[in-house]
């Protein structure tokens, strides 16, 4: 005989089950594509088998999240399915607690929540999807722009002491940078033996239009503040903000580790311009430059 607080436990595990059968489902439902449509509709399948395992000793019928179904088919749809997955699978980390209380009165239910874990992480390793396969150009693009648009922002705030000039340069820089960068990410993904899943001119394109939204967020400040060092004050931040959000996405999407990855990227950031800022005070210094 199962007690009335396994049962309500029992009960949350079944909600879980139903809520993310809906999400799969309904992203399913949304694909285009017929590999991932076969994918997500084997793990919606394998959530709602678990809801009915619960249901068994529950003897409710349980309706779901509606609230996280939307969010999370949302943040699939807009930001990629696997970053939509599995930021819904870090959730998993809860769970796995819920388990292991049911677990006591009830030995299935490890072994229903090692079967799903193994069985999901193999489908979703299957997902085929074009926002994953050229995160990489995605990288190269904001990598390139926050470290260079960074570091040369910073020395032409000391160096020419006027904003306007300093917008216009780094958006000169920045928009023949971006279609070096382009270029470059172009003949490497030609040459590379990857060119059978990127297509190198959608690779260059994505490399190009990150470089250049990166650095325009970057310059952003110099046009609206009259303060040159508050500028680049808000620069910094919104290099730092840049490098928050992506590092987020790329943690979550690629299970890579958050912690270590961002403090490397705003370390190299910050030190390149610290340096630029210096170097750009010795030209000022050297050539007397009065803007």
Sequence with gaps: ???????????????????????????????????????????????????QFWQKYSDKQITPNWFKVWRYFLMAKILGL?????????????????????ARDL???????????RHEQQLIHLINEEKLRYVSSIVLGINDALVELTGALAGLTLALQNAKIIAVS????????????????????????????????????????????TVLFLIFPYLVLPNLYLALAL???????????????????KNVNFKKRFAEMTAISLSIAALSFGF?????????LKI
């Design 280 to 288: 750009g005070f010795l030209i000022r210094v050297l050539f007397g």
């Design 82 to 102: 696997t970053f939509g997955i599995r930021l819904m699978e870090q959730g998993e980390k809860q769970a796995q607690k819920l388990y292991q209380r049911i």
């Design 1 to 51: 005989m199962i007690d009335t607080k396994i049962k309500c436990l029992i009960t949350q595990a079944q909600k879980n089950e139903i809520t993310e059968h809906f999400v799969y489902e309904k992203l399913a439902t949304a694909t285009k594509d017929k590999k991932n449509f076969e994918v997500l509709h084997q793990i919606a399948h394998d959530e709602l088998n678990h809801y």
């Design 235 to 253: 620069t910094i931040t919104n290099a730092i903000l840049v490098i928050l959000l992506f590092t987020f996405y790329i943690s979550v999407a």
């Design 107 to 117: 030995p299935e239910a490890m072994a229903i929540h090692e079967d799903e874990d």
């Design 170 to 213: 780094g958006l000169i820089t920045g928009i023949a940078a971006s279609f070096s960068m382009a270029a470059s990410e172009y003949l490497s993904t030609k040459a590379s033996e990857e060119i059978k899943e990127k297509n190198p001119l959608r690779a260059a394109i994505y490399t190009g239009v990150a470089y250049i939204l």
